[in-house]
């Protein structure tokens, strides 16, 4: 019996690592062989985050590069690699910086490091204790943990931002803000078509112990 678990356990090892070179293998190719939409959608990005600012738009249960709704996308390769390649792309302070020059009002905030390392950085909802990064609309707690799983454990803080000081962490000019925001849009009208599902538990959470034996019975192995 041993054995047949010890076999089992392979297989599905085997079979989680193929797909996981896969799926990196495709995160790669969005990245690098994708090209930014142009023009982007400058319009579709400054609404999202008016909404954002006035509390109509919920915090995701999870990342967007994370979510159910863009892994289901990853066989539409030009939309999958337009929405990857501008999340990796935007993942510094820059965009945080752009949205500032459209939202002057709007408080700034930052995740750092215990060496004060810039993780991310957006604009913040006080009432809804929420930030908005190119990753979506996070809410505090679940921020704070995305991070410190990110960085194996290490301490992260969530504290108050300017523009001027997370300039120090680019190099964005006037048309690099412009092109932050246009692109922006292109995953702004990703997140507006998915919102239902980007605000909702992800299914494999909601899969109770019953749903989870099903699973199992209905896999055949040959050890």
């Known amino acids: 019996m041993g054995d047949v678990i010890d076999g089992v356990m392979r297989f599905e090892l085997k079979a989680g690592l193929d797909s996981a070179t896969t799926n990196l293998d495709t995160i790669l190719d969005a990245v690098t062989n994708t090209q930014f939409l142009e023009p982007g959608d400058a319009k579709a990005a400054i609404d999202f985050a008016a909404r954002f ?6 915090a995701f249960p999870v990342q967007l590069e994370d979510s159910d709704a863009l892994y289901d996308q990853m ?5 999958y690699g337009q929405v990857m390649k501008t999340i990796y792309a935007y993942k510094s302070p820059g965009l945080t910086i752009a949205l500032s020059s459209v939202f002057p009002d709007a408080p700034l905030m930052k995740v750092i490091n215990e060496e004060g390392r810039v993780l991310t950085s957006g604009l913040w909802n ?17 921020l ?13 803080s969530l504290e108050l931002a300017t523009a001027d000081e997370l300039a120090v962490f680019t190099n964005f000019n006037s048309q690099d803000m412009l092109n932050a925001i246009e692109n922006f849009g292109v995953v702004t009208t990703f997140m507006d078509e998915f919102l239902p599902s980007l ?17 199992l019975d209905d ?5």
């Open 219 to 223: 896999d055949q192995f040959t050890p």
């Open 126 to 142: 006080a009432d809804k204790s929420s930030l908005l990064d190119v990753n979506g609309v996070h809410e505090h707690q679940s």
């Open 144 to 156: 704070l943990e995305h991070w410190t799983g990110i960085c194996l454990g290490e301490p992260v």
């Open 53 to 58: 600012l006035s509390g109509q738009i919920e």
């Open 75 to 79: 066989e539409n390769k030009e939309r």
């Open 199 to 215: 605000t909702s538990e992800p299914e494999s959470w909601s899969m109770d112990d019953e749903d989870l034996d099903d699973d």
